[in-house]
């Protein structure tokens, strides 16, 4: 009966959700009255399939404008898609006339706001999450109509969903129209047209005409490639060769998809738009910024063709696109002359209106593009791509521009072979830095030349002051190149970049290198500072010999100048400079720094001259990263170790008080709370973690480690049930001084006890603080990714907070002094046991520090730094003071409380235990005088 109810309430669910989905799109709109007199409509012949007839696939994409009212343009990337359904295409009773059925939707990145959710360190890109900030993100259309093969018409009507800029669900009635959409195409062929709400324009459903691109690909005719496009190649050919791409992968390569981020570099003359930019009617300032996107790829005539998308951008806009010029892209057609290994384009211009798509059409074909991936490297050029783009018209005709030279200034492999590096400045480089054998009992090891650990980010100091960051990263190593990934930022613990050294130079431990260094953000206005001929992000390239005996590099590099910091105009580069680095060994133990300078080797009064700039980096070896892991799982299993034996402490304390109930009123509260405090603090501070592990708020050089997760939550299992133990332990120590009004002489001691007790607590705590503020004061601010947070007062508290627990025992030999206790109030077991837990990160902090680096970054979970106080002073001075403690209290216990005293300092007031004859049989204490 109850399976019968379910099932009933499912198809009900079922039936309910169709029904919404059905009236969502059940009214279309007439497509009598809207798209008759645009392609008439026939019966179609419902077994007739003819996908194949439809020019535009299964998928298409374009470009698309408006749409204001469902669609936030303002920051859309204008991607526009169109979707066919292959079952909904049939053949009707008219010859070439087809119904179509399909779906037009439209997205942009409006919905999409990122917030910060992480916090790394040295090598890992700060985190970011996408979250809804709008639901206007994805507008949707189902619609119907005909496709006339011989007009190249369609037109389609349907409804669709959206939502307002409040928010507001709607429901749209639209009609779809495109134009020139033919079997087949050519360059000059482009689909534009238009979606029009069929809402009354006071309607809220109602919003504005969406304009629509797209480029077919379907049985596209290559027409631009002729003979006398290949002499106009020739005869400005430089002679220069690139890197062979393999041809049965061409299509498959970046280069059939999408290029960005060429640099654009103007002839020194230009200063304005007039004939240096092949964009049409552009007033502002020259575009920076170049990108290729592939449209098509195919392999024709014996040769591998390609139609491209050429667009032209400023830095400021080249991520988000808020409008669709035509006026600022070129579509073009390109082949690969695999003898000279070039990538020739034939572009042309698109004329139109940003404001609307429609009459969009291809014209003038005057302007010629030529790319290749360079097969050598020199201090002077290491781009992966390079290229140059002219008009073949003559310099009076009207769209004619200087020629204009492209480049990406990012390092980044093209993917097919390696290209070779031509070293030119050693002979410089070995009479700026002579090199200098080590002395054979200062023999030390230094990073390997092929590691990742001669990749670095870096603060850039001028005058003693910050003025940029930036990072450096080797190219080659020797002849081979080096195979560190340029853009990545995270430190792989997982694995270790096996090379084996190869001497290159004097066979010894000297290798050729050749380096990028990028700096940016600078804050410099001096004069002669090295940034004020630069551009924003500034780069030098620079070529040496590294030390490996010594941990030295030494290069001259090259830096770029830019008469106009507005107009890149073409690469003049400044190589008079020299650039130094100092490793620090890898056999250190403490926070090391990699310090470096880049200096001119000009004279003061020449222009080109700059202030050193000083370098520093924190030095963290992957070698030193291995050992950092085997170290936090060192110290999870002892922390699992330490807390289980508190647990088990803990536990013979309350049997032992279980046994001797008469020695519970004995027990100092002030020590049980500490213990108690010490216990739940931590699983206050990290209770999420008790539950499921947050990887957003770890902060790891490393990363996250999933199994250091699971045992985190075990530790903090077993922290609240020593929490549990030691609560327990301190609810029967103050039910027992409740319970007997007698015992108000321990009430008495108990409060003495405190008036000693705290004041020396806050005492410790001020001078704590002092010493940590003077300490503070004292080092020298240097901005690394490792070092930069300094400890704060919070920290200086936990930091005395887990002194205190150091010497818990401290309050029970106050208590023990003023009530002359004689009696074994605390088991063997508890206070020397708890004395050693407390005591041994200290021990293995000694350890610690002769053999592994010391750490800012979080990554402590036993004899964590900011949690107690820790150096070779502090580590040898708390565990004498531990055993001292649990010293006095085992002399208290066996010879009485006042024994540790001095002889003339021994009270005469005792609490003694005297039988007495009740009816209760109870013990009662009387003041022996």
């Known amino acids: 009966m109850v399976m019968d109810s379910l099932f009933s309430l499912l198809i009900f669910l079922l039936s309910f959700s169709s029904f919404n989905l059905v009236s969502i799109f059940a009214s279309q709109p ?34 698309f404008t408006g749409g204001g009212g469902i669609i936030d343009v303002g920051a859309s990337l204008n991607q526009y898609s169109f979707f066919l359904r292959p079952r909904h295409l049939f053949a009707t009773q008219v010859s070439k006339l087809f119904k179509v059925a399909g779906t037009v939707s439209f997205r942009s990145i409006s ?74 195409s050519d360059i000059t062929n482009l689909v534009s047209g238009s979606l029009e709400s069929l809402s009354s324009q006071n309607d809220e459903n109602h919003f504005e005409p969406i304009s629509v691109l797209m480029f077919p690909k379907a049985n596209y005719n290559y027409t631009l490639d002729s003979t006398e496009a290949e002499n106009e190649f020739s005869s400005v050919s430089d002679g220069r060769k690139g890197l062979a791409l393999n041809s049965l992968s061409f299509c498959s390569h970046p280069l059939s998809s999408a290029i960005r981020r060429l640099q654009l570099e103007f002839s020194h003359e230009c200063n304005s738009s007039k004939n240096c930019t092949p964009i049409s009617e552009n007033s502002g300032p020259l575009p920076s910024l170049l990108s290729l996107k592939g449209i098509e790829c195919s392999f024709t005539n014996k040769k591998h063709r390609l139609r491209v998308l050429v667009r032209f951008s400023n830095i400021s806009n080249y991520w988000i696109s808020r409008s669709l010029n035509p006026k600022t892209m070129l579509v073009g057609e390109g082949w690969w002359d695999e003898k000279k290994n070039m990538l020739y384009v034939v572009a042309c211009h698109i004329m139109g209106k940003a404001s609307s798509l429609a009459g969009t059409h291809v014209d003038d074909c005057s302007i010629r593009l030529r790319l290749r991936f360079p097969s050598i490297w020199s201090i002077n050029s290491t781009s992966s791509i390079v290229g140059q783009i002219w008009s073949k018209k003559t310099i009076n005709d009207p769209g004619y521009f200087k020629m204009i030279t492209f480049r990406n200034d990012e390092d980044s492999g093209v993917g097919v072979q390696v290209p070779k590096y031509e070293y030119s400045q050693l002979d410089r480089v070995k009479k700026l830095c002579p090199t200098h054998k080590p002395a054979k009992n200062q023999r030390r090891r230094y990073p390997d030349a092929y590691s990742y650990d001669m990749r670095f980010d870096m603060s850039v100091r001028e005058s003693n002051k910050r003025v940029a960051l930036g990072y450096s990263s080797p190219l080659f190593v020797g002849d081979e190149v080096s195979n560190l990934d340029q853009n990545s930022v995270s430190v792989s613990i997982s694995s270790t970049l096996a090379y084996a050294p190869m001497p290159i130079v004097n066979g010894g431990g000297l290798f050729n290198m050749s380096y990028k260094i990028l700096m940016y953000n600078s804050t410099s206005n001096d004069r002669n500072s090295f940034f004020n001929m630069s551009s924003e992000n500034l780069r030098i390239s620079a070529e040496g010999i590294y030390d490996a005996g010594t941990g030295n590099l030494c290069m001259v590099g090259c830096r770029e100048i830019h008469s106009n910091n507005v107009t890149l105009t073409a690469y003049s580069p400044d190589c008079e400079i020299l650039v130094k680095f100092q490793f620090p060994s890898l056999d250190t133990k403490g926070g090391s720094y990699i310090k470096g300078s880049i200096e001119s080797t000009r004279k003061k009064l020449d222009p080109l001259y700059f202030k050193s700039l000083e370098l520093s980096s924190a030095a963290f070896y992957t070698e030193m990263a291995e050992k950092t892991v085997w170290r936090m799982d060192m110290e999870i299993i002892m922390v699992l170790i330490s807390t289980t034996l508190a647990c088990v402490f803990v536990g013979l304390q309350l049997y032992h008080v279980k046994r001797h109930p008469n020695v519970l009123p004995l027990l100092s509260l002030i020590m049980m709370s500490i213990l108690t405090l010490g216990h739940m603090i931590p699983l206050i501070l990290n209770f999420e973690a008790l539950l499921a592990q947050n990887p957003n708020n770890k902060n790891f050089v490393f990363g996250n480690v999933g199994w250091l997760e699971v045992n985190e939550i075990a530790v903090r299992l077993i922290t609240m049930v020593a929490f549990l133990l030691q609560f327990r332990l301190l609810q029967l120590t103050w039910s027992s001084r409740k319970s007997d009004e007698s015992k108000k002489g321990l009430w008495v001691a108990e409060r003495k006890a405190s008036y000693v007790t705290l004041p020396l607590y806050a005492a410790g705590l001020l001078i704590a603080l002092l010493l940590k503020l003077k300490k503070d004061g004292d080092l020298v601010p240097v901005i690394t990714s490792l070092y930069q947070q300094h400890h704060s007062s919070w920290e200086s508290l936990k930091s005395y907070g887990g002194l205190v627990l150091d010497g818990f025992l401290l309050p029970q030999i106050i208590l023990n002094l003023f009530s002359n206790m004689r009696e074994n109030v605390l088991s063997c077991s508890f206070y020397f046991g708890t004395t050693f837990v407390r005591l041994l990160p200290h021990a293995y902090d000694l350890y610690r520090t002769h053999n592994y680096a010391r750490l800012d970054n979080g990554s402590y979970f036993y004899a964590d730094p900011s949690a107690d106080f820790y150096s070779t002073a502090w580590d040898i001075v708390i565990p004498l003071g531990g055993i001292l403690f649990a010293i006095i209290i085992y002399l208290q216990q066996r010879f009485g409380a006042h024994y540790i005293l001095p002889h003339r300092f021994k009270g005469s007031k005792v609490y003694e235990k005297v039988p007495v004859v009740t009816e209760s049989e109870a013990e009662v204490e009387t003041t022996n005088l």
């Open 30 to 63: 007439s497509y009598k009255d809207h798209c008759a007199s645009i392609v008439p409509e026939s019966t179609p012949n419902e077994h007739t399939f003819n996908y194949n007839s439809f020019p535009l696939g299964y998928h298409h994409t374009g470009y």
């Open 111 to 184: 919905n999409t706001s990122y917030y910060y959710v992480g916090n790394f360190s040295y090598g890992d890109r700060s985190g970011y999450r996408s979250r809804s900030r709008y639901r206007r993100s994805y507008v949707i259309f189902k619609l119907e109509g005909f496709w006339s093969e011989s007009s190249g018409k369609v037109c389609m009507v349907g409804t669709g969903h959206g939502y307002s800029k409040t928010g507001k669900y709607l429901n749209l009635d639209a009609v779809f129209k495109l134009d020139h959409l033919f079997n087949t």
